[in-house]
């Protein structure tokens, strides 16, 4: 390569722009999405054509005959009035990323305290970092340790965060410490 090309390549004008704001990172990520779609959508519809076209050829069938049930409604006929925009058709993973609710740690300490009976401390989550919700419908059995209940509730929902669960003084529940008698210390000192 002489030093001409090798000139040329690192003063050539970029035409990307990095996004100035989060908005238009999302903005931006949406986009990306969309056009995934659309690309998807004609790919599947493309191989439902040529899918047609040789089963046309192997059984000499006519055209009528061969042909792909539509995809969609179109978005308007030619003899409506209304013109109906066409309709973006979005991928499940495109839709769990937008749809799905997201908390920040203090809600989740909240709920898990709300469900589980007994405060936690997150740690490894930014203050601007939104999570999962907590998700499961009963608390742990109260013959299971602090301990187990890290590993087989929190660490698996939330990969690369960590827990700290709290008795009712404040102080740290140990591993080995049976739910229901970190539960018990938040109920003895309802009661005093």
Not at 63 to 86: D, G, I, K, L, R
């Amino acid at each position: 390569m002489n030093s001409s090309t090798h000139t040329a390549i690192h003063t050539a004008p970029t035409n990307h722009s990095p996004p100035k704001t989060v908005l238009g990172t999302i903005v931006g990520l949406y986009n990306a999405v969309a056009l995934l779609d659309d690309t998807v959508l004609e790919i599947f519809q493309n191989a439902v054509s040529s899918e047609a076209t040789r089963r046309k050829e192997l059984t000499g069938a006519s055209p009528a005959s061969t042909q792909p049930p539509p995809m969609a409604a179109a978005p308007y006929s030619a003899t409506s009035e209304v013109h109906a925009a066409p309709v973006r058709l979005r991928s499940a993973a495109s839709r769990a990323a937008f749809d799905t609710p997201r908390v920040s740690s203090f809600e989740l300490a909240a709920a898990i305290y709300e469900k589980e009976g007994f405060r936690v401390e997150i740690f490894g989550a930014g203050q601007n970092t939104f999570l999962r919700p907590f998700s499961f419908q009963r608390r742990m059995r109260s013959d299971c340790t602090v301990q187990q209940w890290k590993a087989i509730r929190f660490a698996r929902m939330y990969p690369g965060l960590r827990a700290r669960v709290h008795l009712a003084d404040g102080a740290e529940a140990h591993g080995a410490h049976m739910l229901g008698t970190v539960r018990s210390t938040y109920e003895m000192k309802a009661l005093q």
